[in-house]
C-alpha cells in the first residue's frame, strides 16, 4: 500500500479553486510532489496543486496540453504529477469525469496516484474536517485511500477560503488561455 501525505500550500490551493468558482460543475488540476520507493511500499508526498480548469474538461487537447506544461513545470522544480484533484461542488464521490483522468494518469504514469475530491459540505464555516477526500485507484474501483494524512497541521478550509484576496491571486489553465500574464503553474500569490 502506497502512504500519501498532502501539505498546506497543495491543501490551500485546492480549496481556494474550489471556492473561487462556487457554482462550476468541474473544477479540478493535477497534484505534484515527489514519489519514493517502488511498486506498493512507495511513499507519496503532495507538495502543491497546479489548477486546471473550472470550465467544460472533455476537451482533450486543452487537457493534454495543460497536462504537458505542467510536467514540464513539475520536472523544473524537480517534482512529478502523483495525482489530480476535482470538484463538483454536489457531491464527494468520484465522477465519471475525475475516474477517467485518474485512471489515464495512473495508466500513463505507472504507479497509483492519489485522487483527490472535493468535499463540498465541508467547505462551510461549521465543518472543522478536511474538505477533501482521498481515493487510489483499486483494480477498476476507486477506493478511500487508507493511508492518507496531512503533513501538517491543516485549518478548517473555511479559514483558507477567509480571505478574498487569496481566492482572486489564483488564477487556472482556463483564466491563462484568456489572460496569458497570469501565473496559473506557480501560482505565486497564494
Known amino acids: 500500500m502506497s502512504n500519501y501525505t498532502v501539505n498546506?500550500?497543495?491543501y490551500k490551493k485546492v480549496i481556494l479553486h474550489a471556492c473561487k468558482y462556487p457554482?462550476?460543475?468541474?473544477?479540478?488540476?493535477?497534484?505534484?510532489g515527489t514519489k519514493r520507493g517502488p511498486g506498493?511500499?512507495?511513499?507519496?508526498?503532495?507538495?502543491?496543486?497546479i489548477p486546471l480548469?473550472?470550465?467544460?474538461?472533455?476537451?482533450?487537447?486543452?487537457?493534454?496540453?495543460?497536462?504537458?506544461?505542467?510536467?514540464?513545470?513539475?520536472?523544473?522544480?524537480?517534482l512529478q504529477i502523483v495525482g489530480y484533484y476535482h470538484?463538483?461542488?454536489?457531491?464527494?464521490?468520484?465522477?465519471v469525469v475525475a475516474t477517467k483522468i485518474?485512471?489515464?494518469l495512473d495508466h500513463v504514469l505507472g504507479y497509483n496516484v492519489l485522487l483527490l475530491m472535493v468535499d463540498p459540505w465541508k467547505l462551510g464555516p461549521k465543518s472543522t474536517d478536511y474538505a477533501v477526500v482521498a481515493y487510489t485507484r483499486d483494480g477498476a474501483a476507486w477506493k478511500n485511500a487508507k493511508s492518507f494524512t496531512p503533513?501538517?497541521?491543516?485549518?478548517?478550509?473555511?479559514?483558507?477560503?477567509?480571505?478574498?484576496?487569496?481566492?482572486?491571486?489564483?488564477?487556472?489553465f482556463d483564466e491563462h488561455l484568456d489572460n496569458l500574464k497570469l501565473d496559473w503553474l506557480s501560482n505565486s500569490g497564494v
Request: glycine share 4%.
Open 40 to 49: 506498493e511500499g512507495e511513499d507519496i508526498a503532495v507538495l502543491d496543486a
Open 151 to 172: 503533513s501538517e497541521t491543516l485549518p478548517p478550509a473555511f479559514q483558507i477560503a477567509d480571505k478574498r484576496a487569496d481566492i482572486e491571486a489564483l488564477h487556472d
Open 8 to 10: 498546506l500550500k497543495s
Open 23 to 32: 457554482y462550476a460543475s468541474n473544477i479540478n488540476g493535477l497534484l505534484i
Open 102 to 104: 485518474a485512471a489515464t
Open 87 to 95: 470538484a463538483n461542488l454536489a457531491d464527494k464521490a468520484p465522477t
Open 53 to 78: 480548469f473550472h470550465t467544460n474538461v472533455n476537451l482533450t487537447p486543452m487537457l493534454e496540453i495543460a497536462t504537458s506544461q505542467a510536467e514540464q513545470y513539475a520536472t523544473s522544480k524537480g
